[in-house]
């Protein structure tokens, strides 16, 4: 009844938003939907996903767009110089945050140049090996990597991206030295791991799946600071020899900074909607995260605050600017 309610609700205001634009309906075009990574990573079947359902919603197609490049500054930037009416989003995670955090100097402003305009999901991420690492479990791993300083390698989908920063993390917490082997897209870095040419990967389920599925890669345990029921049987890394490890993954939507405020609250409204449609809710399920509803206002501070944790994890983590 309430998830119903709340789709009711989102609809009468987008429709009442729509109705106030008058002359200018929204979208009054195919919308582009840049996810600056390669194909294939969480972001990438994310936005894809949700891009499916605010077609059906608009009326428009909205097209996902793939620029990867300089862990995902490259496809950032074109967005941050597109017209801010909505015609043109981009597709985020909390990579970008780090990212942005490690960079030495951007050609735009990192927490200004884009603004959010709403949630997708959120989850733990999943430590993975590859199977030829005769480890079972998180104590056995953490042993293993102590007994070899430096050997163990673990891929990432860039330097100051997610996984980067969970690795360094987990280094820290657990008092051991892994090799960080970045690659241009966390799919690339998940191939990699389930080749064996890198040990491990923390990654979302979104990415790990795959892999994991086909028996390719074994997984060890998840980033919460407990077991969480999206991912049953899986044991926390702080729970298992690690205490005090977390780190939590998000998904997102934003858009050129600009955006009228009327704009801005519709494609909201919209993107709300699709999260509580029974198509989202089970593809979130399937891939163990949670829906990540969210007005403008509670999404208003993210960057700038993301931006000024990660630039204190890198400094603790001794992850040098690049």
């Known amino acids: 009844m309430k998830t119903n309610t709340y789709v009711l609700l989102c609809t009468a205001a987008i429709g009442a938003l729509a ?3 008058g002359a200018q ?5 195919n919308v582009q939907m840049i996810v600056p990574y390669t194909a294939g990573g969480s972001i990438d079947i994310m936005s894809r996903t949700v891009a499916v359902k605010l077609t059906e919603i608009w009326g428009r197609n909205v097209v996902v767009d793939n620029r990867p490049g300089a862990s995902g500054m490259i496809g950032t930037e074109q967005v941050t110089k597109a017209d801010p009416d909505g015609h043109v989003l981009l597709g985020h995670t909390s990579s970008y945050p780090g990212t ?3 960079r030495a100097k951007l050609p735009f402003d990192p927490a200004r140049a884009i603004i959010p305009v709403g949630g997708i999901g959120r989850s733990a991420l999943i430590m993975v090996v590859h199977p030829s690492v005769p480890v079972k479990t998180i104590r056995e791993f953490v042993e293993l990597a102590k007994k070899n300083p430096g050997k163990m390698t673990y891929g990432s989908s860039g330097i100051g991206g997610n996984n980067h920063f969970a690795g360094a993390l987990l280094d820290m917490a657990a008092g051991i030295k892994m090799l960080h082997v970045p ?3 966390i799919s690339l870095a998940m191939t990699a791991v389930a080749s064996g040419e890198v040990e491990v990967v923390i990654a979302s389920a979104a990415a790990v799946n795959p892999q994991l599925r086909a028996g390719r890669v074994r ?3 998840m980033s919460g600071t407990k077991p969480s ?3 049953p049987g899986l044991p926390s890394i702080a729970e298992s020899g690690v205490p005090g490890y977390n780190y939590e993954l998000w998904w997102g939507i934003f858009a050129p900074a600009g955006m009228p405020a009327e704009r801005l609250a519709f494609i909201n409204q919209s993107i709300n909607k699709a999260l509580v449609s029974p198509e989202l809710k089970k593809f979130l399920d399937n891939e163990s995260a949670e829906a990540w509803i969210a007005t403008p206002q509670q999404l208003a501070n993210l960057l700038p605050s993301e931006i000024e944790r990660y630039r204190k994890i890198a400094v603790a983590a001794n992850i040098p600017p690049q």
Not at 25 to 29: D, L, M, V
């Open 229 to 231: 029921p999206l991912m």
């Open 219 to 221: 997984a060890l345990g």
């Open 183 to 185: 690659y241009k897209g």
């Open 19 to 21: 109705t106030h634009a």
């Open 25 to 29: 309906p929204f979208p009054a075009r």
């Open 100 to 102: 942005a955090a490690v």
